[in-house]
């Protein structure tokens, strides 16, 4: 469901073959997530491409991580996300909430 690479320090995170994160899928992604931010320091860029469409339980895993990376002393931000997607971000105020790259490359460098 989920495919991982490590990038300068860096754990990224893509949807593999995924076009919705919604209610059907949310469960077992939250926890993977939430599993890299075990150790604390963790610096995690979540890649978006190729989702089109991500309801209110997909928006609040986004928002369960983040509170669990500033618990843990992580940083978390996304990338690539499409117009439509990034749409919806706005429409919830939400671009005012995450860290948001237009690429992947930006949001790896933008990790300090």
Do not use: Y
Not at 6 to 32: G, M, S, Y
Not at 68 to 92: D, S, W, Y
């Amino acid at each position: 469901m989920l495919k991982t690479e490590k990038i300068n320090n860096v754990i990224v995170v893509r949807f593999n073959n995924i076009d919705r994160f919604n209610a059907l899928i949310v469960e077992p992604v939250k926890e993977q997530l939430k599993s890299f931010f075990n150790k604390p320091d963790t610096r995690l860029a979540l890649n978006l491409e190729g989702i089109k469409f991500i309801d209110s339980s997909g928006f609040g895993v986004f928002l369960s991580i983040m509170k669990t990376a500033n618990n843990n002393h992580g940083q978390f931000k996304l990338c690539n996300i499409k117009p439509e997607v990034m749409e919806l971000f706005r429409l919830l105020q939400l671009h005012n909430v995450f860290d948001l790259h237009e690429t992947q490359e930006d949001c790896v460098q933008s990790f300090t």
